[in-house]
């Protein structure tokens, strides 16, 4: 398994292992009073927000703690430039995420037409973002294994 | 994903001159390893500017090391 390959099997794991930890840790902070208070507002406000910046950490140190143990354990050094296939696998990765993404978005505003608590418009957008995150680091296994 | 519909020789040229390794060939042509064992399993169509580099680096025409289609000396065997 090549060097590229591992680490979306990385990415695919700490994606999910962050969404889960941190999704667990804020349940229990949920707020007790009615679904559209100002402090429910703010939670679903902080959750989003939060949850971006602790996966950008995260995503940055385990990517660090990767290639030094994958330097050890192979003796090889990590690629330090993309070419033009990871270029280009890169792009149908995102464009996927993208699609993914955006499905999400009308459906989470499709959940307010239809006279949703905007709590379920919160739940919607976090979870197309989760996915829309794993289709990414999915479609990047999927292409350097079978080919672009 | 279907099989690309451009093949080469690279692995055979590898093997040709002096045994070169998918690195150095990598190396030399300024992609990745990856690339070239992506390229060799036929699972990448490079783009024109990488066909010419590696064309370039074994010192020969373009279609002396890609091929469109079937592999030449198949269709020879077949007509």
Redesign the interface.
Known sequence: M???EKKSIVSIISTILIFISFSAYKYVQYPKEGLESTETLHYWGSFVLVLTLVSIFAHIVISIVFNIVFRITTGEKE?T?A????KHIELKANRNGFFVFILGFLLAMGSLVIDQPAQVMFIILIISGFISDLTGSVSKL???R??? | MGKNLVGNHIRKLRFNHDEMTQQQLADKVGVTRQTIVALEKGNYSPSLELAFRIAHAFSLHLEEVFFYGEHPSKEEDGG
Do not use: I, K, S
């Open positions: 090549t060097y590229q690629p430039f070419d033009e296939l990871d999927y292409h350097y079978r080919g672009v």
